[in-house]
């Protein structure tokens, strides 16, 4: 089977990636999710969260030794020294654990859902980048919503994340998640035609 045609997923905190790989799931459409695949090498007694907890200590801990998230994130959100050297530690693991899984895919396409797929250097082999959008009181508003966090902690993100303006720049097609859930799903079975179309071309193409 030939290597699939990878639609790479992006958006700010927030934004509604997982709602639209949600969507592209439900029907039918293979997605690989970077937070999913950081999420499975992080559990207890993994070598990734050993090395977490070396580094850190047991403060990034729960009392059951699983990882306690909102605490590394508030540590590397606060000391850009931590968050290099947590994502000099997962980003090659978790690279190569969807470069594995696209190997082995049969789909003829399948997404890429990642948050940091424009600021790194490591998923230039997407075919395509499709942006979720969605304006920044939105983003703040649905996160708050959704996690414990707070909004000092969400604004701090999305000033680590790239801008809205660049990751718009960079987009190949734009979901603008600015309504409701039926326009959000009508965008999606549009742009999922599409993509099946550009990977039947690229298929018969070679
Ligand atoms: P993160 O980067 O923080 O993981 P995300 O980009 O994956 O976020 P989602 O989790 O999909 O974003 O969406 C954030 C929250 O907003 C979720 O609770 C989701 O259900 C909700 N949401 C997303 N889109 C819409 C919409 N169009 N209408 C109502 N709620 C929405």
Redesign the pocket.
Known sequence: MAQPYIVGLT????????????MLRSQGVEVIDA?EISRSLLTPGSFALEELTRHFGEQILNADNSLNRAALRELIFNDSAARLWTDNLLHPLIREAILVLVRNSNSGWLVL?A?LLLESAAYGFVDRVLV?D?PEQ??I???L???NANVEQIEK?MVAQLSRKARLAAADDIIR?????A??QHQVAKLKLFYEEQANVRHQTG
Do not use: M, Y
Request: hydrophobic share 20%; glycine share 16%; aromatic share 0%.
């Open positions: 958006g700010g905190i927030g934004s509604g990636k997982t709602t639209v790989s949600n937070d859902s948050p979720v969605s939105l983003q508003e649905r996160s919503q959704r996690d993100i998640n600015d309504g409701d859930i326009h959000l």
